[in-house]
């Protein structure tokens, strides 16, 4: 028999193209996936997939949403909530996408990471309403509104997992396939000039020192767990609405994942195997 595959999908934001790249090439070569984890990026892009949303609907979503679109879904301005979006038109236009709602009705097994402010910490969503999930492990501090949830306020995984391994494997995944999508490009030039450093660059390139940091300690706790790194560096977290760099996007993401299916299948052929 054999293994189930896993698939944890890291976070990013724009940067998460690439995981429908990665789904691309596991679907050409026919290596089907059992159980999605995600956080952030990763959740959006896992939970439609996982919720039967064909790979090519991603995509055509992913390449017809402009920057019009994109500016019609977060003018939905906030105060006093914990945020400056309150997320419901994006919320609605996550149900529009998703084939199912409910997570314990998803073809594959699905589950993501959402971090608990009350707590200090992760919450894995694992059945129960996927708008509330997905819009609870995309919740960017001081952007989105928290998500108000069994007495817990959420916001995004990528707070304290920036993907969630552990997750996978507790899904059912034997032979795992995390995709990092974190990087850090360094401080360039600037940081030889402090008068050109800005409160911008400061906390930009600090939360990504963190988010590296934290996804290398995730795969050093995790060494069976392969890892796939896209080249994703040179796109925002924000580059949303280009046509152009969202295609570059999900073609690195489907490079990345063809240039490591030798060892996927390796992977497969070798497990359990004496």
Avoid: Q, W
């Amino acid at each position: 028999m054999k293994p189930k595959i896993g698939l944890a999908l890291g976070g990013g934001g724009a940067k998460g193209f690439a995981h429908i790249g990665v789904i691309k090439s596991l679907e050409k070569n026919e290596i089907p996936i059992d159980a999605i984890s995600g956080v952030s990026a990763g959740s959006l892009v896992g939970g439609m997939y996982a919720s039967g949303t064909p790979i090519g609907e991603l995509e055509n979503i992913c390449y017809s949403s402009g920057y019009r679109d994109i500016i019609k879904l977060i003018l939905d301005p906030i105060k006093g909530k914990g945020g400056v979006i309150a997320g419901r038109k994006i919320a609605n236009f996550i149900r529009s996408h998703m084939k199912k709602i409910k997570i314990e009705d998803f073809p594959i097994k699905f589950g993501c990471a959402a971090v608990d402010l009350i707590s200090g910490k992760l919450f894995y969503f694992k059945r129960g309403n996927i708008i509330d999930a997905v819009m609870a492990s995309s919740a960017v501090p001081g952007i989105f509104t928290p998500i108000k949830y069994e007495g817990k306020y959420l916001v995004d995984g990528g707070v304290l997992e920036p993907i969630s391994l552990n997750l996978v494997k507790e899904l059912g995944g034997e032979v795992n396939i995390g995709i990092d999508l974190a990087s850090y490009p360094g401080f360039s030039s600037k940081i030889k000039k402090e008068d050109k450093i800005s409160i911008k660059d400061t906390v930009k390139y600090s939360y990504k020192i963190i988010s590296k940091g934290l996804t290398d300690f995730s795969f050093r706790e995790n060494p069976d767990i392969l890892r796939i790194k896209p080249d994703v560096s040179k796109v925002g977290i924000f580059m949303f609405g280009s046509k152009k760099i969202a295609k570059k996007t999900v073609e690195e993401g489907e490079r990345a994942m063809d240039k490591n299916i030798p060892k996927v299948k390796e992977m497969i052929e070798n497990y359990r195997k004496d």
